[in-house]
Structure formats: C-alpha cells, structure tokens
T-cell receptor
Framework: NAGVTQTPKFRILKIGQSMTLQCAQD?????MYWYRQDPGMGLKLIYY???????DKGEVPNGYNVSRSTTEDFPLRLELAAPSQTSVYFC????????????????FGEGSWLTVV | GIQVEQSPPDLILQEGANSTLRCNFS?????LQWFHQNPWGQLINLFY???GTKQNGRLSATTVATERYSLLYISSSQTTDSGVYFC??????????FGTGTSLTVIP
C-alpha cells in the first residue's frame, strides 16, 4: 500500500518555466488536496477536489492549476514559475461521505521541494 | 476565513519533561486533527479529535469545541518527539486550515 505518492521530490525551475507536480493515491479516497508550506510556516491550501471532475480553489490558488480526471490522480500545474512559488508542496487525500465529516484522517505525501531561480 | 493560532511557537524541553501545546480557532469546525512534522518534513497524523479527549501512549489530546480550543499533551518527552506540531481544522466542507505550528526541540 503506497498511500500518497508525489513526484518529483526535488526540482529547480527557472523563472517563467512551467511544470507539473504529480500526485497519486491508492486508497480510493474521494478528496484530494494540494498544500504549500513556506519556510517556518504552516500549510496553505492551494486547491482541493471532492471527486473526479470536480476541483475548487483554496486559500492561495493564484499561479496554479489542477485537474482531476481520475479518482487516483491529482496533478498540480505551475504556469510561468515565479520566485514566490519556491516552497515545499504537499499532496494529501482523505475519504468523506456526502460532504459530511466522518472522522476522515488526511494522509500526506512526502512533499516536493521546488526552487524557482 | 477561519483563524487558527497555536502556542507557544517554539518550545525546548529536556528529555523526560512534559509539555502542553495549544490550538485556538475562531469559528465552529467539523473536524480537528493534530499532526507531527518530523525533521525530514514528513507529516504524520496524531489525532482526529473534534471534541473530547483521546490518548495514544505518551500523547493525549483534548478539544473543547464550545470554547474553540484544543490541547495536545506530551508526557515524558523523547528526542524523537522533536519536530513541528500542527493542528488543522476542517471548515466549510473538507477545507482543512492549518495553524502556524509549534516547533518542539527535545534535548537529551
């Protein structure tokens, strides 16, 4: 059972480049999330998805895009990378029934360290 | 949006000491969880505790939802307890908001 898998683990981007962070989960969770964590700070929600084909913005969505074509995968796209997007990115997943919190635990991937220079 | 504040921001303990970490939140929430982020960045779920008290070994947590706070107790601390402790609250339909964390260092 792999849980939540993120790739790549480390990446250096030049300003203006684009890239996609991949996230996959094998727990059949319907909810998936992308967070970013800046040094010494807590996690900020970028985007989340409640199921295949449905995504919504979190606290800090600007400069990012997501898609959810399958239950398992939730890639995060960075367009025109900027130094402000240097951060650690965490993908997470959980299971919920009909939007009602059912004690669902969030499971996190191991993080992707991104530097924009 | 909802505000989640944690205290203290930093804590240094001698091995074997006890500690209490606090999480205050500004609105009613459906879900509250405590996480430990180890020095390698990995996030581990410690407790799901929207109300009441739970215990798991040397760790326990209490949430008083009506007063909008939660406490995490660490007893007989060990060096492996070092890291950052976050609380996260679920607000408005599975959007989890994280506090700024408490950085704990346990020295031998």
């Amino acid at each position: 059972n792999a849980g939540v898998t993120q790739t790549p683990k480390f990446r250096i981007l030049k300003i203006g480049q684009s890239m996609t962070l991949q996230c996959a989960q094998d727990m059949n969770h319907n909810y998936m999330y992308w967070y970013r964590q800046d040094p010494g700070m807590g996690l900020k929600l970028i985007y989340y998805s409640v199921g295949a084909g449905i995504t919504d913005k979190g606290e800090v969505p600007n400069g990012y895009n997501v898609s959810r074509s399958t239950t398992e995968d939730f890639p995060l796209r960075l367009e025109l990378a900027a130094p402000s997007q240097t951060s650690v990115y965490f993908c997470a997943s959980s299971y919920s029934v009909a939007g009602v919190s059912s004690g669902n635990t969030i499971y996190f991937g191991e993080g992707s360290w991104l530097t924009v220079v | 949006g909802i505000q989640v504040e944690q205290s203290p921001p930093d804590l240094i303990l001698q091995e074997g000491a006890n500690s209490t970490l606090r999480c205050n939140f500004s609105d009613s929430v459906n879900n509250l969880q405590w996480f430990h982020q180890n020095p390698w960045g990995q996030l581990i779920n410690l407790f799901y505790i929207p109300s009441g008290t739970k215990q798991n070994g040397r760790l326990s947590a209490t949430t008083v939802a009506t007063e909008r706070y939660s406490l995490l107790y660490i007893s007989s601390s060990q060096t492996t307890d070092s890291g950052v402790y976050f609380c996260a609250v679920e607000f408005k339909g599975n959007q989890f908001y994280f506090g700024t964390g408490t950085s704990l260092t346990v020295i031998p």
